[in-house]
T-cell receptor, first 113, second 117 residues
Framework: GENVEQHPSTLSVQEGDSAVIKCTYS??????FPWYKQELGKRPQLIID?????GEKKDQRIAVTLNKTAKHFSLHITETQPEDSAVYFC????????????FGSGTRLLVRP | GAVVSQHPSWVICKSGTSVKIECRSL??????MFWYRQFPKQSLMLMAT?????????EQGVEKDKFLINHASLTLSTLTVTSAHPEDSSFYIC?????????????FGAGTRLSVL
């Protein structure tokens, strides 16, 4: 089955710097890749997603890139702010599996003021 | 936006009792809901896929008889942890998928923290 690996497990950056989180997936049939942000004690919130027919997607300070050949995708956060501090999860999904999401292990991002 | 309500948010029970957790989509119909389990500082592990009007599909290693899932309507799915034991203590989160299916956008409930004494 699908396996999603996520790195790094923790990431500490200075406010204003950029943060990059990377994920790799195993199943080449995967075609949907969302990113979720989970603050302590709260529900995961979808922040951005990308489909396999697109190589990059941007929404203000957040961008996601996808390399289908290498089977990896990345989350880029620019001009980080303390409120960006949270756990970020990547996930992968494919059409012939009820579209279920398989999550990466998570990255704890700390933005230092 | 789409809102998913999960209840209760926290439950403490004695070992051997059963606990029911509800997951409701408040402003949309969800033909499919998902149940996840999350251990402290770990990822979300998919337990089962719940389709309205049909039996749930469980992931490998998840005991069907221990984690009973019912999806009787387009807005409600329930997870019952039967004969709960301390090792079942965890954070359980549901999600509901909006239409169209191919967009596969899932919205999550706030989770239920289960503590079994």
């Amino acid at each position: 089955g699908e396996n999603v690996e996520q790195h790094p497990s923790t990431l500490s950056v200075q406010e204003g710097d950029s943060a990059v989180i990377k994920c790799t997936y195993s199943d080449s049939a995967s075609n949907y890749f969302p990113w979720y942000k989970q603050e302590l004690g709260k529900r995961p919130q979808l922040i951005i997603d990308i489909r396999s027919n697109v190589g990059e997607k941007k929404d203000q300070r957040i961008a996601v890139t996808l390399n289908k050949t290498a089977k990896h995708f990345s989350l880029h956060i620019t001009e980080t702010q303390p409120e960006d501090s949270a756990v970020y999860f990547c996930a992968a999904s494919w059409m012939d599996s009820s579209y279920k999401l398989i999550f990466g292990s998570g990255t704890r991002l700390l933005v230092r003021p | 936006g789409a809102v998913v309500s999960q209840h209760p948010s926290w439950v403490i029970c004695k070992s051997g009792t059963s606990v029911k957790i509800e997951c409701r989509s408040l402003d949309f119909q969800a033909t499919t809901m998902f149940w996840y389990r999350q251990f402290p500082k770990q990822s979300l592990m998919l337990m089962a896929t719940s389709n309205e009007g049909s039996k749930a599909t469980y992931e490998q290693g998840v005991e069907k008889d221990k984690f009973l899932i019912n999806h009787a309507s387009l807005t409600l799915s329930t997870l019952t942890v039967t004969s709960a034991h301390p090792e079942d203590s965890s954070f359980y989160i549901c999600s509901a998928r909006t239409a169209p299916v191919y967009k596969n956008i899932q919205y999550f409930g706030a989770g239920t923290r289960l503590s079994v004494l």
